[in-house]
């Protein structure tokens, strides 16, 4: 049995009475096997497991814990217990309850939301500072959803920032237009599976004995709701605040730091015996976390024993000569490759570290930058195949357009919108039978100067001048070629979209879709676009070499995709998969390259944390906008206690190609690896560090 298995602390905080109960599990004390040993208990006292519900930061790691309790009480018994993130379980709810939900990814909303807010011009009113972009105003937008519980979006800019008080009635009017629009077309996203699922629950007794939350100091102000709006009469929270590292998404610490006020009864465990790591490495990480404030007392024991080899501080003269310097250290390491993780703080880090493992033939895989899923190509090619899936999703339509030159998102609504007139609803009908007696599908933009609303129209152009294109006859009669700002670009892919359809919707077999989409006209477009992009140097030519190797390398991810799609019947099921599914999923082999967020959970024999510079990590920029110093520092705890046997940190003096010097870390000065000096002091006299 699972309890049988724990020490005596993790048996006590398994076996807590039903209640609200607060495990502060630090790194590497076996908090897993304590969640899988408290659904052991559950089910020993007669809870079924339909009634537990395990909520986890990763659909992966549901899956692991459901695996372990599977080994002892049958496959059947543990697929019973609902476990997952909280968006998967509420998707899963809001299916069953409320039929279909066409869950998008934020990139494809934000296409959306840019196509509403290309409407709108700034220029008419008098400020200094310039109006949110776009991208960033959605990025504003979804961090007050998962923060801001009382006050309206126009109210929120008003008052958090006084200088775009004059443009937030503007802000709000597109946001309200944005939300209109995904009501419309039935689109829900992240945000929105948890704030409907809170209304499910508010609605209705979801029937659960008892929640379990992992990685509770992760939780933001919306989960709590949603957590709030349960009523679970039992509570299991396990975290540790030292690991809260995710403020940027709207993670709230204070959530975890008033649990005992929120919950008057509630039961504080603690889990303090390290499994992973070594005496050095472990009082490395407490020596520095030690300078953030202590929430809950505790003090981390090591349950290791024998020599250990002391943390490392690896220091070089210049940025890329750090680079290769680890590259070469790893290449000569005796670790097998893959019990090696290089964990960076910034995205920029990972690049010259891959370049260098690289080009010893050093194999890699790296998690926390761009991947598979978050690829350009990929992401065409999935939004052709949600068209076919769903003819009414207007924002794979409008993503399409972006590899159409001359068409923005706001003239790609336009052409959707003309389409589902034409066809009366059916996006297909007016592309292949529309109603040519609508000679003008387009509507007039309305007009608003004091919500940035202008009407720009031009008059209605002649299909006429496509007449000499490749375009089918047929489709040339179609009135969408009315539209004026149609390039002859644009129009011959229309055209290709137009045959690649024709093509598709005969497919049954989502394998047969995606090779027939990688090899498409309208794909192509991608293609060329991106590879063109790829191989461009500085002074603007294109290296044709470099042009065809990222044609190849395009094409092997679609090639991928297709594997990927073999196991299929069903294109709905294939597409749910990709969209859920993509941020569990990994390529590669052999070293692990890692962003601290990406290395949350996981454990390596030898770990390198490279790029210790003050400015890189601690990441001042990132720091003035959502974070602090004292959460660059739980970073700096998480990337170190990713390390069981040997710790490596660097940092580098001089980047020879911005010509810029490097002060070290202000992490390596509090961890005792180089001594206080002048420049340790400098920064506390700028309130950048607050001495012990």
């Known amino acids: 049995m699972p309890l049988s298995r724990l020490n005596p602390q993790q048996y006590t905080a398994a076996t807590a009475p039903f209640g609200h109960n607060l495990i502060i599990a630090s790194a590497g004390t076996g908090k897993t096997s304590t969640i899988v040993g408290r659904i052991a208990y559950l089910l020993s006292q007669g809870v079924r497991p339909d009634e537990i519900?395990?909520?986890?930061?990763?659909?992966?790691?549901?899956?692991?814990?459901?695996?372990?309790?599977?080994?002892?009480?049958?496959?059947?018994?543990?697929?019973?217990?609902?476990?997952?993130?909280?968006?998967?379980?509420?998707?899963?709810?809001?299916?069953?309850?409320?039929?279909?939900?066409?869950?998008?990814?934020?990139?494809?909303?934000?296409?959306?939301?840019?196509?509403?807010?290309?409407?709108?011009?700034?220029?008419?009113?008098?400020?200094?500072?310039?109006?949110?972009?776009?991208?960033?105003?959605?990025?504003?937008?979804?961090?007050?959803?998962?923060?801001?519980?009382?006050?309206?979006?126009?109210?929120?800019?008003?008052?958090?920032?006084?200088?775009?008080?004059?443009?937030?009635?503007?802000?709000?009017?597109?946001?309200?237009?944005?939300?209109?629009?995904?009501?419309?077309?039935?689109?829900?996203?992240?945000?929105?599976?948890?704030?409907?699922?809170?209304?499910?629950?508010?609605?209705?007794?979801?029937?659960?004995?008892?929640?379990?939350?992992?990685?509770?100091?992760?939780?933001?102000?919306?989960?709590?709701?949603?957590?709030?709006?349960?009523?679970?009469?039992?509570?299991?929270?396990?975290g540790d605040y030292d690991q809260s590292i995710y403020a940027f998404n709207g993670a709230d610490i204070s959530i975890i730091g008033s649990f005992s006020k929120n919950y008057?009864?509630?039961?504080?465990?603690?889990?303090?015996?390290?499994?992973?790591?070594?005496?050095?490495?472990?009082?490395?990480?407490?020596?520095?976390i030690s300078y953030n404030e202590r929430i809950y007392p505790k003090a981390l024991e090591v349950t290791r024993t024998g020599e250990a080899q002391n943390p490392t501080l690896l220091i070089y003269d210049e940025l890329f000569d750090q680079y290769h310097g680890i590259a070469q250290m790893i290449g000569d390491s005796g670790t097998q490759r893959d019990e090696i993780a290089v964990i960076f703080r910034n995205n920029a880090s990972a690049d010259g570290i891959e370049a260098a493992l690289r080009e010893l033939g050093i194999p890699c895989r790296r998690r926390g930058g761009v991947s598979f899923f978050d690829s350009k190509e990929v992401k065409a090619l999935l939004d052709i195949y949600t068209l076919l899936v769903n003819e009414s999703d207007m924002m794979a339509f409008i993503?399409?357009?972006?590899?159409?030159?001359?068409?923005g998102s706001a003239v790609a609504k336009e052409l959707f919108v003309a389409l589902q007139k034409l066809g009366h609803g059916s996006f297909f009908r007016g592309?292949?039978?529309?109603?040519?007696?609508?000679?003008?599908?387009?509507?007039?933009?309305?007009?608003?100067?004091?919500?940035?609303?202008?009407?720009?129209?031009?008059e209605m152009g002649s299909a006429g001048r496509f007449a000499k294109l490749s375009i089918d006859s047929t489709f040339l009669t179609?009135?969408?070629?009315?539209?004026?700002?149609?390039?002859?670009?644009?129009?011959?892919?229309?055209?290709?979209?137009?045959?690649?359809?024709?093509?598709?919707?005969?497919?049954s077999e989502p394998k047969a879709a995606v090779q027939k989409i990688a090899v498409s006209a309208l794909y192509a477009h991608t293609v060329e676009q991106l590879s063109h992009r790829r191989a461009m140097n500085e002074n603007g030519a294109v290296d044709e070499r470099a042009k065809q190797e990222a044609k190849e390398r395009i094409l092997r991810k679609a090639t991928l995709l297709f594997e990927l799609s073999r196991p299929y019947k069903e294109h709905e099921r294939f597409l749910n998969a990709m969209v859920l599914g993509s941020q569990d999923l990994t390529q590669g082999e052999g070293v692990?390259?890692?962003?601290?967020?990406?290395?949350?959970?996981?454990?390596?024999?030898?770990?390198?944390?490279?790029?210790?510079?003050?400015?890189?990590?601690?990441?001042?920029?990132?720091?003035?906008?959502?974070?602090?110093?004292?959460e660059e520092r739980r970073l700096f705890y998480v990337a170190v206690t990713r390390a069981k046997d040997r710790l490596y940190l660097s940092f580098a003096k001089y980047d020879k190609i911005k010509k810029s010097n490097f002060v070290p870390s202000q992490f390596l000065y509090e961890?005792?690896?180089?001594?206080?000096?002048?420049?340790?002091?400098?920064?506390?006299?700028?309130g950048a560090v607050e001495e012990e």
């Open 53 to 238: 519900l395990l909520l986890t930061f990763t659909n992966k790691a549901a899956q692991e814990m459901v695996e372990r309790v599977a080994a002892f009480f049958g496959r059947e018994i543990a697929s019973k217990i609902d476990a997952g993130t909280f968006h998967a379980v509420s998707y899963r709810w809001l299916k069953r309850k409320e039929g279909k939900v066409v869950l998008k990814q934020q990139r494809e909303l934000k296409t959306l939301f840019r196509s509403v807010y290309e409407k709108r011009t700034f220029s008419h009113i008098d400020c200094a500072t310039p109006a949110y972009g776009a991208n960033y105003l959605y990025d504003v937008y979804s961090f007050y959803q998962n923060t801001e519980l009382s006050v309206t979006f126009e109210e929120w800019i008003t008052t958090r920032q006084d200088e775009h008080a004059l443009y937030a009635a503007i802000y709000a009017d597109i946001v309200d237009e944005f939300e209109g629009l995904k009501k419309e077309y039935g689109f829900v996203n992240f945000n929105d599976l948890l704030l409907l699922m809170r209304d499910l629950a508010q609605r209705s007794d979801l029937g659960y004995k008892e929640v379990l939350i992992d990685e509770y100091q992760d939780t933001n102000a919306l989960q709590g709701t949603l957590i709030n709006a349960m009523k679970p009469p039992s509570l299991f929270c396990v």
């Open 264 to 288: 008057p009864n509630a039961q504080v465990y603690t889990l303090n015996k390290n499994y992973r790591s070594t005496v050095p490495i472990l009082s490395l990480a407490n020596t520095v």
């Open 399 to 407: 993503h399409l357009f972006d590899y159409a030159k001359g068409v």
């Open 431 to 458: 592309l292949y039978s529309p109603d040519t007696q609508i000679s003008n599908p387009f509507e007039k933009r309305k007009l608003n100067h004091q919500l940035g609303l202008f009407d720009d129209y031009a």
């Open 478 to 507: 179609n009135p969408i070629f009315k539209h004026p700002k149609l390039t002859k670009e644009s129009a011959i892919f229309l055209n290709d979209m137009y045959a690649l359809f024709r093509q598709l919707r005969n497919l």
């Open 592 to 630: 692990h390259l890692l962003s601290i967020h990406a290395s949350k959970g996981l454990e390596y024999q030898e770990v390198y944390v490279i790029d210790l510079m003050d400015g890189r990590f601690p990441n001042r920029k990132l720091m003035s906008r959502s974070g602090s110093i004292d």
């Open 671 to 686: 961890a005792g690896l180089i001594p206080k000096d002048e420049t340790y002091n400098a920064l506390v006299a700028k």
